[in-house]
């Protein structure tokens, strides 16, 4: 079972920033925060991933709280191609597999 | 960019018979996996595989179920007798393996229909 919770879906502006929250309120020290994406039933895209720095590259940045029991996903310019299910996920160092909950569907409009 | 291949894209097969998917992962990669989703589902775990074995796998990942890389390029995913349930979309992905925290790469995953 999936150890994150998300809304389950959000609409967001083209143009404008898109926060996706995440709340792993049980997360254990050595477990990373991962943010994959899935556009209309395609695979899976990895976004980002983090510990508990925050982290950006070309994609999004990752904010996670000091205490580390949230995270909130940022996309700064949302596109009508950021449409998709964005799912939060931890994976620790002795679990390579990918546990997907239902995700964040959301939806950026014109 | 290297990417994961997936093949067939659809396959549409009798109840009870056998079927293989077929995946090409990114060259370099050492960790396999297998997901399915089926529709409207959640994406779900079924196996891992590193070093030409099995690392960890789910319960749905049962002896219906195999997984081979018969050569260095190809990962295949084995269902023996086909049910109706198994009607869902797989995906293959990949990972360099470096480190448990690489990201996953995922396949554009293989449409199973079992009539």
């Known amino acids: 079972d999936a150890k994150t919770t998300q809304p389950t879906s959000m609409d967001c502006a083209e143009g404008r920033a898109a926060n996706l929250p995440c709340n792993h309120s049980t997360i254990s020290g050595n477990e990373y925060v991962y943010w994959y994406r899935q556009i209309h039933s395609q695979g899976p895209q990895y976004i980002i991933h983090g510990l508990k720095n925050n982290e950006t590259n070309e994609m999004a940045s990752l904010i996670i709280t000091e205490d580390r029991k949230s995270s909130t996903l940022i996309l700064p310019h949302a596109t009508l191609r950021d449409t998709a299910v964005y799912y939060c996920?931890?994976?620790?160092?002795?679990?390579?597999?990918?546990?997907f909950g239902a995700g964040t569907t959301v939806t950026v409009r014109a | 960019e290297p990417e994961v291949t997936q093949t067939p894209s659809h396959q549409v097969t009798q109840m009870g018979q056998e079927v293989i998917l077929r995946c090409v992962p990114i060259s370099n990669h050492l960790y396999f996996y297998w997901y399915r989703q089926i529709l409207g589902q959640k994406v779900e775990f079924l196996v891992s595989f590193y070093n030409n074995e099995i690392s960890e796998k789910s319960e749905i990942f049962d002896d219906q179920f195999s997984v081979e890389r018969p050569d260095g390029s190809n990962f295949t995913l084995k269902i023996r007798s086909t049910k109706l349930e198994d009607s869902a979309m797989y995906f293959c992905?990949?990972?360099?393996?470096?480190?448990?925290?690489?990201?996953?790469?995922f396949g554009p995953g293989t449409r199973l229909t079992v009539l």
């Open positions: 996920t931890l994976t620790g160092s002795n679990d390579y597999k990918l546990s």
């Open positions: 992905a990949s990972s360099p393996g470096t480190s448990v925290y690489n990201e996953q790469f």
